[in-house]
Structures are given as structure tokens and as C-alpha cells.
């Protein structure tokens, strides 16, 4: 019995250590938009960050610049709706 306790304490430890992990590959920012063809989303990948709240410290002052080198398939009149960061790729829930 001592040693069942012990691995779900050790699974237990290794899971809440990896949770409150800061450090990340990079740091997705998916920014919202609204134009007049249906573009409806931007996402910037960026692995020089390494945590959502150097993300959120800098996105918004760098939308701007964003969006200004977007592909040609991003509306240059896009309104930004909203915008979010996010460790996880927007196509697995971030």
C-alpha cells in the first residue's frame, strides 16, 4: 500500500509542478477581427516569449505592427475586436 501512495503522490506532484510551469516554446497571440470578409481571426506565433504575461504586457501595443505586415489575405481595415494569449494553439482550444 505504501508504494501505491507514493507513486499517486509523486503523479500528483509531477502533475501540479508541470501546471505551474511559466516557461513555454513560444506564446500564440490570436487576435480577433471584424472586416468586410469574414477574416475573423490572426494568429501570431511567437517563440522569443515564454509566458502568457510577457504576452499580455506587450500584445497590444504591438497589434498595430501586427497586423500591418499581415499576409495580403488580412484586410488592412480590420477592426480588432479582441485578442488573447495563449500556450496552446488556437486549433487545440487556445
Known sequence: MN???FLAVTLVTGFLVACGRNDAQGVYL??????STNVNQYTVFNPNMHSVAECR????????QILASA????P??????SWRCS????ERGG
Open 57 to 64: 504586457s506587450n500584445a497590444a501595443a504591438a497589434i498595430p
Open 71 to 74: 499576409p495580403s489575405n488580412v
Open 76 to 81: 488592412r481595415n480590420s477592426r480588432v475586436k
Open 3 to 5: 508504494s501505491m501512495r
Open 87 to 90: 500556450l496552446i494553439p488556437p
Open 30 to 35: 490570436i487576435i480577433e477581427l471584424e472586416n
